[in-house]
T-cell receptor, first 111, second 116 residues
Framework: NAGVTQTPKFRILKIGQSMTLQCAQDMNHNYMYWYRQDPGMGLKLIYYSVGAGITDKGEVPNGYNVSRSTTEDFPLRLELAAPSQTSVYFC??????????FGQGTRLTVV | AQSVTQLGSHVSVSEGALVLLRCNYSSSVPPYLFWYVQYPNQGLQLLLKYTTGATLVKGINGFEAEFKKSETSFHLTKPSAHMSDAAEYFCAVSVYSGGSNYKLTFGKGTLLTVNP
């Protein structure tokens, strides 16, 4: 049972570099989410998707982009990385209006 | 717009004592409510959920929560804390946001410390 798989687990980026955080789920969930977690701030929604080809902004979308070409995959793209994007990123998936299942997270440091 | 407020960013209890973690929500429509637990360096794991029906819901590891509409609360309790309960706990609300969309919003979390 793979569930939600995120890669990589850790990454160090230099300011101005770009990267893609990968997320895949094998539960045939229509909803997928990207959150960032900063100490004492809980989880903030970056982007979410209600199905293939449909994405929408969350609370903190600036500096990020997403795409959803398949039901299974929901990559998060960081363009021009900034120190403020140092965080732990979580991908999650769910059926409509049910509990979300989370990946193990990607710890990103921008230096 | 819906929001979730967790009262107390850090709660400390003794082993065997009652655990009470507070969560209040604001929503103009009946919400679905969730409690998640996060152990260090791990993702979030569902503890329990309220959708409809019985307002007292039981979850894993002996936790339970009661949905009180009049108080817009969904507090998490456990009668007797165990050392293994030490973790961060998040309350979350899912509310219909138009079309076929639902948004899952989290509180800022409460770190539970259990003292021997």
């Amino acid at each position: 049972n793979a569930g939600v798989t995120q890669t990589p687990k850790f990454r160090i980026l230099k300011i101005g570099q770009s990267m893609t955080l990968q997320c895949a789920q094998d539960m045939n969930h229509n909803y997928m989410y990207w959150y960032r977690q900063d100490p004492g701030m809980g989880l903030k929604l970056i982007y979410y998707s209600v199905g293939a080809g449909i994405t929408d902004k969350g609370e903190v979308p600036n500096g990020y982009n997403v795409s959803r070409s398949t039901t299974e995959d929901f990559p998060l793209r960081l363009e021009l990385a900034a120190p403020s994007q140092t965080s732990v990123y979580f991908c999650a998936s769910s059926r409509m209006n049910t509990e979300a299942f989370f990946g193990q997270g990607t710890r990103l440091t921008v230096v | 717009a819906q929001s979730v407020t967790q009262l107390g960013s850090h709660v400390s209890v003794s082993e065997g004592a009652l655990v009470l973690l507070r969560c209040n929500y604001s929503s103009s429509v009946p919400p679905y409510l969730f409690w998640y637990v996060q152990y260090p360096n791990q993702g979030l794991q569902l503890l329990l959920k309220y959708t409809t029906g019985a307002t007292l819901v039981k979850g894993i590891n002996g936790f339970e929560a009661e949905f009180k509409k009049s108080e817009t609360s969904f507090h998490l309790t456990k009668p007797s804390a165990h050392m293994s309960d030490a973790a961060e706990y998040f309350c979350a609300v899912s509310v219909y946001s138009g079309g076929s969309n639902y948004k899952l919003t989290f509180g800022k979390g409460t770190l539970l410390t259990v003292n021997p």
